[in-house]
């Protein structure tokens, strides 16, 4: 008789984040490399808490946080932290969310797309995922150095504000 096991959601999480990272870092052109500074931090500082419906991983949060920092303006940051949760019900399709800190933005992603392996389906919806993230961030750095720049260069005459 066979038994089969289960897959261990904590490890399919890593999996997933895994095929993120591999994504951004194809994805990372030498222009947005050349644009600012990127760093990444996978660990968790332990103040994450699953959003409604999600759960917490078993060993703990697993999750990424990228800062971007302008090259032509050091005090010009954009930051956002992208983790993955196992579904609270577990079982149930999607198996699993990715969601962005600052944003709506999520990717629910099936048992199926990731297990037994990581599908083309899969790699497919996390390219677009991480390809908005990357134009919003670097949409944001932009607005975030054209304010500096006019403050620095017209006295923070700028005809618009943060808010």
Known sequence: MVVSQSPDPDVL?????????????????REIAHLADIAVDASDDGTH??????????????TTHVTATARDHPGVVEDMRVAVWPVA????????????SDTELTLPVALADVHPEV?????????????????HMVAELDVKMQRTHIRES???LAEYTED
């Open 13 to 29: 999480a890593r999996t997933i984040l895994g095929v993120l990272w591999e994504t951004t870092d194809r994805q990372v052109s």
């Open 49 to 62: 808490v699953a959003p409604p419906g999600l759960a917490m991983p078993a060993s703990g949060c697993i």
């Open 89 to 100: 019900d577990g079982g149930g399709d999607p198996a699993f969310v990715v969601t962005r």
């Open 119 to 135: 599908t083309g389906h899969l790699q497919a919806r996390v390219n677009d995922f991480i390809a908005a993230i990357i134009a």
């Open 154 to 156: 017209q006295g923070d």
